[in-house]
């Protein structure tokens, strides 16, 4: 998408026949891995550098934004948990957008409770959010509920005066903006109601509607692994979260809980829709990347509530020496996780297949893909002047690539690939090579 946006100014998806638009990813990620193409060249090692840069930047906000609400000290913690962060950590190695959307999370939360006291945040509270839902487009209907549980807090602690201050009205506006503009566009190139980003997420809406036994048995199923998952981030700090939550009622306290709480709350609900489609395990690791952006300021309620100093009375106020030796456990628990996925990777299979096909690669080959999308093969074909198409019926070019159990006429089996993640999920692909080539001795 980034390297389309550089070329065509605009998301174009690349297929056999003409070009037809993208309808899964958000635009702003792609539109900052563009910003890095066009000052070095389309490919994996650029975008690695992207992902790294990204990281940083996202480090840099959350301990800027931390030391300004808590100190330096805290600010420093915040900074080690979202370094070792698993999602953050894998997402960073994988280019997934994750840590952009993390970052604005983050930044948005920030200027909220800014905004609490310093009304003019809130305009910078909702330009961010607004990139926001440009970085994370796909979830769709669930931003509704977001939008209406965030009217209803200010309202709860402002009053309906809330719609009168100017600064409110703008970051509303700000978010509208940004939000519509891309929503319009949206209509513009699919038509109503496919107002969505992404088609997945149709599909997965539409489906769940159609069959609201199924949709209701994934989110009745998914209730408990998504309360683990809550553990996971924030079992080591009970103390904290038990006083947070008891003062709950204070506005500010209320702002964090209520970011991390709707969170998990569209969270649960997209992974639900998407489960109802495809097949994946009801507890499956990747639904982490639902709610991982609300880690850090899950840890800021807790930060909040922890002390230099252990108070006399009650109730006593957790320290932060003991929040210490629990943090420290649950970083060690961090790096045991991420030390696990770089000693075991699992690369895709069909990344395996062009990585090895690719020294047999000339200019004027042509690569017919079956099974398989473009865009998962293009960056990794280094040779240039190469044609990547999908197969069709009578395809008469070098290669194909396909993810199916189909036999090719005029073609000769090369090799079989396959992987599986420490979760058990496979990835297969297998690789044809036409008859000619292989005769002539070429890919010896």
């Keep these: 998408m980034g390297k389309s946006l550089l070329d065509h100014g605009e998301f174009l998806r690349p297929a056999a026949v003409g070009a037809a638009y993208y309808r899964h990813y958000g635009p702003l990620f792609p539109a900052y891995l563009s910003l890095f193409y066009a000052a070095f060249g389309f490919g994996v090692a650029v975008t690695k550098v992207a992902e790294v840069a990204l990281s940083l930047l996202f480090l840099a906000v959350v301990y800027v934004a931390t030391r300004d609400l808590f100190g330096r000290t805290k600010a420093w913690f915040a900074t080690a948990y979202v370094a070792l962060e698993p999602i953050f950590f894998i997402a960073s190695t994988i280019g997934y957008s994750e840590n952009l959307v993390g970052l604005l999370f983050v930044g948005t939360v920030w200027a ?231 000693a075991f990777p699992t690369p895709y299979s069909h990344i395996a297949a062009v990585q090895e096909m690719d020294r047999h690669l000339q200019a004027g080959d042509t690569l017919a893909l079956d099974g398989l999308s473009p865009e998962l093969v293009l960056p990794y074909v280094s040779v240039a002047g190469v044609q990547v198409v999908l197969y069709r019926a009578g395809f008469n070019g070098t290669f194909v690539l396909s993810a199916t159990s189909a036999r090719y006429s005029g073609f000769v089996l090369m090799e079989s690939y396959q992987g599986q993640d420490l979760t058990g999920w496979s990835y297969a692909c297998r690789l044809w090579a036409k008859a000619a080539i292989v005769a002539e001795g070429r890919l010896a």
């Excluded at 509270?125 to 200010?154: E, H, Q, S």
């Excluded at 969170?263 to 639904?287: C, K, L, R």
């Design 112 to 342: 909220v409770l800014k905004g609490l006291r310093q009304p003019r945040f809130l305009l910078l509270a909702g330009v961010l959010a607004g990139l926001g839902f440009l970085a994370k487009a796909p979830i769709g209907y669930v931003f509704v509920i977001a939008a209406v549980a965030g009217l209803a807090w200010r309202v709860r602690y402002r009053g309906w005066g809330v719609l009168r201050d100017r600064w409110y009205l703008g970051g509303m506006a700000a978010f509208c903006l940004l939000a519509g503009g891309w929503t319009l566009r949206n209509l513009a190139r699919y038509g109503w109601p496919n107002w969505e980003t992404s088609a997945q997420l149709d599909a997965a809406y539409a489906f769940g509607a159609a069959n609201p036994v199924i949709l209701l048995t994934g989110l009745v199923e998914k209730v408990p692994w998504f309360l683990l998952i809550f553990l996971f981030y924030g079992g080591m700090f009970l103390p904290e979260l038990r006083r947070s939550l008891g003062r709950v009622r204070e506005e500010r306290t209320s702002a964090l809980w209520l970011a991390v709480g709707l969170v998990f709350v569209m969270g649960w609900i997209v992974s639900a829709f998407f489960w109802t489609i495809e097949h994946t395990p009801v507890w499956w690791h990747d639904n982490l990347r639902y709610v991982s952006i609300a880690s850090p300021v899950l840890l800021w309620a807790a930060m909040r509530e922890a002390s230099p100093f252990a108070r006399l009375g009650s109730p006593e106020r957790p320290s932060l020496w003991s929040f210490r030796s629990r943090f420290l456990a649950l970083m060690g628990v961090f790096v045991v996780v991420n030390l696990v996925v770089v």
